[in-house]
């Protein structure tokens, strides 16, 4: 598969792990309408439980792996803080690009926690 190896490569390196409990947000299978995986990365912060959780699909028609940001408290109501997300056309997919686009996109995101 296209950029599996450096999207985990990337992932691993800034803390992020595919772990069993986002099975359940993770699309697969040859008639999936729309094929994504999600990575994932916990820690406690004064505010409590923060969940960092990227998604990566593909985007066939448009040609494109969009890459999505979600950063959560799962414990409350709403624990919603941060989402935003990116976009790398497929032809300019390598490992270079991917984290420059990752780089953008996390750091884009105010870092409410530290």
Known sequence: MLGVGIIKAAMT??????RRTEDGMTVNGQY????QYV?????????????????FAVDILAEKLVIGF?????KIE???Y????RAIAL?????????????K???????HFN
């Open 105 to 111: 996109l996390i750091t884009s995101i105010r870092d």
């Open 70 to 74: 979600y950063r959560e408290n799962p």
């Open 39 to 55: 990575y994932s990365k916990q820690y406690q912060a004064k505010s409590g439980l923060v969940v960092d959780l990227v998604y």
């Open 91 to 103: 032809d300019k997919l390598d490992a270079d690009n991917l984290e420059k686009a990752l780089d």
């Open 32 to 35: 999936a309408r729309n094929l």
């Open 78 to 80: 709403n624990g919603v």
């Open 82 to 85: 941060d989402n935003a997300s």
């Open 13 to 18: 390196k800034r803390g992020f792990k595919h």
